[in-house]
Each structure stands twice: as C-alpha cells, then as structure tokens.
C-alpha cells in the first residue's frame, strides 16, 4: 500500500514540514492501518532525526493521506533494542 507521510517537527526551535510517500506492507496494513503507517513514519522521523545531528526534536504532527492523525501513535512507539546477550 503506497500512502503519503507529512510531519511537522520542531528541532531546537525550528519548525519543519515535510512529506513523502512511502509504502506499507499490505498484511500490516490490514491488520492495523493507522499502526502499520505509524512505524513507517517513526522510522522516516529517525532518520530526519539523523540528518539534523541528533539535535532535541519534538514530534508536533504526524498524518498520513492527509486526513489521518496518527501523532500520538508515533510519540509512542519505542524502538526494540536487541537483548543483551554477553556472557557474563
């Protein structure tokens, strides 16, 4: 499924609006289509949050096909860090 991502962040201060269009695996998509889309855009702000240095961004809004709001979604996902497996 193809939708089209914007977001609103605020780094330091500064406010950015972008968009683009990304897909979304169709299996998801059915299961949970605002979920499903919302990964897509926390990876997509990761990413952003790379380019810009690391710098402090506050995620303000987040839609996709323009019409679904799914910044609280994106606030709340956490990335899944691999388990420590050392073996002490």
Same mark, same amino acid.
């Given at each position: 499924?193809?939708?089209?991502?914007?977001?609103? %962040?605020?780094?330091? +201060? *500064?406010? +950015?609006?972008?968009?683009?269009?990304?897909?979304?695996?169709?299996?998801?998509? =059915? =299961?949970?289509?605002?979920?499903?889309?919302?990964?897509?855009?926390?990876?997509?702000?990761?990413?952003?949050?790379?380019?810009? +240095?690391?710098?402090?961004?506050?995620?303000? =809004?987040?839609?996709? *096909?323009?019409? *679904?709001?799914?910044?609280?979604?994106?606030?709340?996902?956490?990335?899944? %860090?691999?388990?420590? *497996?050392?073996?002490?």
């Amino acid at each position: 499924m193809k939708v089209i991502i914007q977001t609103i %962040l605020n780094v330091e +201060g *500064n406010r +950015g609006f972008r968009n683009g269009e990304f897909y979304v695996r169709d299996s998801d998509f =059915k =299961k949970d289509s605002d979920f499903a889309v919302a990964v897509v855009a926390y990876e997509w702000i990761q990413q952003q949050w790379r380019d810009s +240095g690391c710098r402090d961004m506050i995620i303000e =809004k987040v839609t996709w *096909n323009e019409v *679904n709001d799914i910044t609280q979604i994106v606030r709340e996902i956490e990335p899944v %860090l691999p388990e420590d *497996n050392l073996p002490f």
